[in-house]
């Protein structure tokens, strides 16, 4: 198997993405598993769900990482008042012209920051159901396009469970990873209180000095990237026995789905490429499985009564289903 220099560009297009990273380091601190399914998001055209406790730096990452690529990025705090139209935008009538005028919502940008996502009702979680799989909202029976490259980083708390809801199996099979936002170490906290007592300020990212070092036109021609590192069909027949495992598990009540195997095949693809690797091997299965397919599993009443988790079972499945040799 070829080296994934033998692509005149792709060297080039790997290090801007080593730069992306880079750059959001000059503001966030740590949260390196955070960082880097956001960047196997944009490789792999796919949404992003954030799971930790407030204070985890979760806003300030999409404002540098909105930086460091130069695109266009907007947060909405969802609340359980939170309207279709107050995210996609709505029909406005213009008493000077005599007709209706379309007023876009935040939801048309480059990233939606979607903080507290399980706060707001189905009805609106519907409308972003539908910017997440067909990258359109339709307004008064009209669909509109929504803006190229279009990513979701949604946020949710772990804790707080009063005043929300939980989020649709749909719409959970819509987010690309799941990544667990832990609280910092001792020593990741020296540095953030370090760089607060000194210049940084988290409010205003040109203390940070962060430039941009990729764009759009990067975006696409990585995916176009990934989209050619080689999988063989060996390492294919692994993820359909992952997948099946999961379904023929006793403890779960629904397993992944065919959309998650290839998310899963998505994903593993893009951290190869990040590697710098134009092939699969199984070690990127793998590390890419917990965060892919863990939130698509859903467990018997009688597993969670037992005080079993979705990482649990899926572990338990990595280390039972034979690796490929």
């Not at 067909?134 to 005043?163: H, K, M």
């Not at 719409?171 to 667990?180: A, E, G, H, N, T």
Request: proline share 7%.
């Amino acid at each position: 198997m070829s080296d994934i220099s033998t692509s005149p560009n792709s060297s080039d297009l790997v290090a801007k993405f080593q730069a992306i990273r880079a750059e959001i380091a000059k503001a966030v601190v740590g949260q390196d598993d955070a960082v880097t399914a956001i960047l196997l998001g944009l490789l792999s055209d796919g949404h992003i769900l954030l799971e930790g406790v407030p204070g985890t730096a979760k806003t300030l990452m999409v404002k540098a990482l909105s930086r460091a690529i130069n695109l266009e990025h907007k947060r909405v705090q969802f609340t359980p008042d939170l309207m279709p139209g107050d995210l996609t935008g709505s029909l406005i009538y213009n008493a000077a012209r005599s007709e209706f005028t379309f007023r876009p919502g935040p939801i048309f940008t480059n990233i939606l920051l979607a903080d507290e996502i399980n706060r707001t009702p189905p009805k609106t979680q519907a409308a972003l159901l539908e910017a997440m799989a067909e990258r359109q909202v339709t307004i008064d029976g009209e669909p509109r396009q929504l803006n190229s490259p279009f990513i979701v980083l949604a946020t949710q708390n772990p804790i707080e469970s009063e005043g929300t809801y939980n989020l649709p199996e749909a719409q959970l099979d819509r987010f690309l990873l799941k990544v667990i936002m832990h609280l910092p170490s001792k020593e990741t906290e020296r540095e953030m209180l370090y760089r607060h007592a000194t210049s940084f300020d988290p409010t205003n990212l040109d203390t940070a000095k962060i430039v941009p070092v990729a764009d759009a036109a990067d975006i696409a021609a990585a995916r176009s990237a990934v989209k050619k590192v080689d999988a063989h069909p060996v390492l294919l027949d692994y993820i359909v026995e992952l997948v099946h495992a999961t379904r023929n598990s006793p403890f779960t009540e629904l397993g992944v789905s065919p959309r998650g195997a290839t998310a899963l095949l998505q994903t593993a693809r893009a951290w190869a490429w990040l590697n710098g690797r134009n092939y699969l091997v199984p070690d990127d299965i793998k590390a890419l499985a917990i965060p892919t397919l863990a939130h698509r599993l859903q467990l018997h009443s009688e597993a969670e009564l037992d005080g079993l988790s979705q990482l649990e079972v899926l572990t338990t499945i990595l280390n039972t289903v034979p690796v490929p040799r």
